[in-house]
């Protein structure tokens, strides 16, 4: 009987990564013998498809079809990924608002929007989710996102009790639509009284219980005072005469 030794099998190990960031998956493969074992996870394979949450050491056997075997590690780093926050100025806006969101955590940032800037001005006219990936200096990337939600404006109406007086004569303002008022007269009132001298037109503006505003106007004319002579036919007459 011949005995031939001192053949020792060649395993070849390859990674898709020797780093990953945390929650991504690598593809760690065997090659150069027939079978293979992988641990941790007992995987058999030449391909082993790999999701570490910590960095791990991995090893795998290879046996040869005559049952000699051979060992290889693979050291596989994982990174962390950015614990990302966003601010907003304000989480609530009235429409036609804007509100300033900024993100932090990372070292470069990418929106929803398409902006890459670290702070965003948004207006949006109706409820918006805004959504940023950020990432680190080790390329590991996170999302965060907030919600930003739109309050309507109040509908303000403003009432005369004439849209016409003559000069020297009041006229009654009514606004309604709103919790607060504020006229350019600077009454604060939602009923306020006028004299103008000359057709005029007066501002309201109306906030409701949400701290958004609208404006209305009311516009009042002044009719001309008609201008009235009085004659006598004669300035001065006998006890008893007539004049026209």
């Known amino acids: 009987i011949t005995i031939t030794g001192g053949i020792t099998p060649t395993l070849t190990t390859s990674s898709s990564s020797t780093v990953l960031c945390s929650g991504s998956t690598g593809t760690l493969t065997a090659s150069g013998l027939s079978t293979y074992t992988w641990s941790p996870?007992?995987?058999?394979?030449?391909?082993?498809?790999i999701n570490p949450t910590a960095s791990t050491i991995y090893t795998v056997v290879g046996t040869t079809t005559v049952g000699c075997?051979?060992?290889?590690?693979v050291n596989m780093a994982v990174n962390a990924n950015p614990t990302?926050?966003?601010?907003?100025?304000s989480s609530s806006i009235c429409f036609g608002g804007s509100t300033s969101l900024t993100a932090a955590g990372g070292t470069s940032y990418n929106w929803n929007t398409g902006s890459s800037a670290t702070s965003i001005v948004v207006s949006p006219t109706t409820a918006t989710i805004y959504t940023v990936t950020g990432t680190n200096a080790l390329g590991c990337s996170n999302t965060q996102t907030i919600s930003v939600s739109v309050?309507?404006?109040?509908v303000i109406n403003a009432n005369s009790s004439s849209a016409s007086i003559c000069g020297g004569s009041t006229a009654t303002l009514t606004a309604t639509g709103g919790n607060s008022y504020s006229w350019n007269t600077g009454a604060t009132t939602s009923v306020i009284s006028v004299s103008p001298s000359t057709?005029?037109?007066?501002?309201?503006?109306?906030?409701?219980?949400?701290?958004?505003t609208n404006t209305q106007t009311v516009s009042i004319s002044i009719n001309a005072t008609p201008t009235i002579n009085a004659t006598s036919s004669s300035a001065t007459i006998c006890s008893g005469a007539t004049a026209t």
């Open 41 to 49: 996870g007992s995987f058999t394979g030449s391909s082993f498809v």
């Open 84 to 89: 990302l926050s966003i601010t907003s100025s």
């Open 151 to 154: 309050n309507a404006l109040p």
């Open 69 to 73: 075997t051979a060992t290889k590690t």
């Open 199 to 212: 057709s005029t037109t007066y501002t309201v503006t109306g906030t409701n219980a949400l701290g958004c």
